[in-house]
């Protein structure tokens, strides 16, 4: 048995380490915990604050019947929510106690079903100190915030003294996972208020996108519950998750009995690490590209020079995911609100829209209502039994990159897919739209800006990174041939070029192409020089939708 350190500090460091500990309700957290708790070899004083929604909060009191639990260890039972949520207040004075009091020297958070473990790493990371101090006065001062005043200074003193960093360490980002419902949970329709109570009504996320945003961040992957699969179902959910996470430890579990020395005081969490890991941005930024799948699973990056369509875009996805857009509505204009597809343009010149009459807009009215009639009644149910039945898209596990439309010269979009959900938005400005000066000081990382840049339309591009199962056996050539369908063809492409020498190319791109997509919007802290006014004050941020 290892000796307990006597000290209050772990075998490492003098900041308290933490492992958190993420996965969906059922997959044996609750298990793992208990084993955590009831080991003697690590040698560590644990405690643990466990985080649950639901009023009954089961899981901490079973936890507070061990005999070993109430003697050696601290359990901190927090009633109020999610940890990402609601509780990340809570969450920061319990830590900052816990690694204050010195009466424990590891601390294992078991963050909710519901967590996304990113948004609990940064409140831990080093990154974020800066941010924590200014948030910290700004708090202090904040008299009108919901907390009783005592709890707000509390909380104001731990965020001015640079927040948790500086007193515990995120040691090891843990997800585990259910061997029996993990590849069917890329296969289902559900949010997340489906199978969760107490999951407030405008949480919208989906099952699927939430398992594969607590895979990606995780530094150990345990695939738990493996005495009720077949030993090639677990080979297809270790390729499943090498893909999602080339970089994580992956172990295999019953009743989620392993090594606990590969979870505890590891060292292995980088905030800068965690958020360059997931296999879509390995893929983009190391060029992979394998001529071999892993457990039947295969990965590819689609790049093209060229725009897509995007009515051709909407009528390729239209059938087979359950397409989810931040729907923009612009607060100054009186009275007026999009509904599904529709789309406001505030991207032209004002005076340019007025000279150019009803005609155009009559125009772009009837290709926006075009596709909005061309949508599918939504039916969950059906659009996934549609996308399984597909032969191109039923075997796509993820896809995840950066899509450039037609209509949309000054911005990228954002094109991120798990099973049937598939999420399209707007990211941020083209960096050929930047003035150079605003591009990254850093040679090394402007470099790489700029190794992106291509001819005469610089940054453009389509780049999206897909994994999913028989891409050697044709299924990468299906998708390929469904995107490239997409895309301008030539004629289509010189009249692109053409209309993006005219004055008012905006509503020459709406008139050629039309778009039913919703707008994206983005802060610019700069004038364009892109021949469209826009009324920038010094130092101003300006939005705009531009469709």
Same mark, same amino acid.
Not at 352 to 371: N, R
Not at 402 to 419: D, H, I, V
Not at 420 to 437: K, Q
């Given at each position: ?94 830590? $900052? ?98 199978? /969760? ?16 945003? /607590? ?166 149910? $059906? ?165």
């Amino acid at each position: 048995m290892v000796p307990i350190p006597k000290n209050g500090e772990s075998k490492k460091g003098s900041r308290l380490p933490v492992t958190l500990l993420s996965g969906f309700l059922g997959s044996g957290k609750t298990t793992l915990l208990e084993k955590i708790l009831t080991d003697p070899n690590h040698g560590f004083r644990i405690g643990v604050i466990v985080n649950d929604v639901g009023a009954l909060n089961i899981d901490a009191a079973l936890l507070s019947t061990h005999d070993v639990t109430r003697k050696e260890e601290q359990v901190v039972a927090m009633q109020n929510g999610c940890i990402c949520c609601t509780l990340r207040g809570d969450l920061l004075e319990e830590v $900052a106690r816990l690694a204050e009091d010195k009466r424990v020297d590891y601390l294992v958070i078991e963050s909710s079903g519901v967590s996304e473990p990113m948004q609990v790493a940064e409140t831990f990371s080093e990154e974020f100190a800066e941010q924590s101090v200014a948030a910290g006065y700004g708090l202090e001062v904040d008299e009108e915030n919901e907390m009783d005043k005592e709890q707000r200074l509390r909380l104001a003193q731990i965020l001015k003294a640079g927040g948790l960093s500086k007193v515990a360490r995120l040691d090891t980002c843990v997800t585990i996972v259910d061997a029996v419902n993990f590849m069917q949970d890329f296969a289902t329709a559900d949010m997340l208020k489906d199978r /969760q109570e107490d999951v407030p009504d405008e949480d919208d996320r989906d099952i699927s996108n939430l398992q594969v945003d /607590q895979v990606e961040f995780a530094d150990v992957v345990v695939i738990n519950k493996c005495d009720l699969v077949s030993a090639d179902d677990i080979d297809h959910i270790k390729g499943t998750i090498r893909n999602l996470n080339p970089v994580a430890n992956i172990v295999t579990s019953v009743k989620a009995s392993f090594d606990l020395n590969t979870i505890l005081d590891t060292r292995m969490f980088s905030y800068e690490k965690a958020a360059l890991s997931p296999g879509w941005l390995r893929s983009i930024n190391e060029q992979i590209n394998p001529e071999t799948e892993e457990y039947g699973i295969g990965t590819f990056v689609y790049r093209s020079r060229r725009p897509f369509h995007p009515k051709r875009l909407w009528q390729m996805i239209r059938d087979v995911f359950i397409v989810i857009q931040t729907e923009y509505i612009d607060e100054e204009q009186d009275n007026q609100e999009g509904d599904g597809m529709d789309v406001d343009n505030a991207d032209g010149d004002e005076e340019e829209e007025e000279d150019e009459g009803d005609d155009g807009e009559d125009e772009d009215q009837d290709a926006d209502s075009e596709m909005e009639d061309e949508q599918p009644q939504l039916d969950t149910k $059906a659009r996934l039994a549609s996308k399984l039945a597909d032969k191109t898209f039923g075997p796509l596990l993820r896809s995840k990159g950066f899509l450039w439309l037609a209509t949309r010269p000054l911005m990228f979009g954002e094109w991120s897919q798990a099973g049937v959900m598939l999420t399209i938005s707007g990211g941020d400005l083209w960096r050929c739209e930047m003035p150079e000066s605003e591009l990254p000081k850093d040679p090394k990382v402007r470099e790489a800006i700029l190794r992106d840049f291509d001819g005469k339309w610089g940054d453009r591009r389509q780049e999206i990174v897909f994994i999913g199962q028989q891409m050697r056996n044709g299924g990468e050539a299906r998708l390929r041939k469904a995107l490239d369908s997409c895309l301008l063809d030539d004629a289509e492409f010189r009249d692109w070029e053409r209309a993006m020498a005219a004055k008012n190319r905006q509503k020459v791109l709406d008139r050629l192409f039309g778009d039913g997509f919703e707008d994206w919007v983005v802060e610019v802290p700069h004038d364009h020089e892109d021949g469209e006014e826009h009324d920038h004050g010094p130092g101003q941020i300006h939005r705009y939708a531009v469709n």
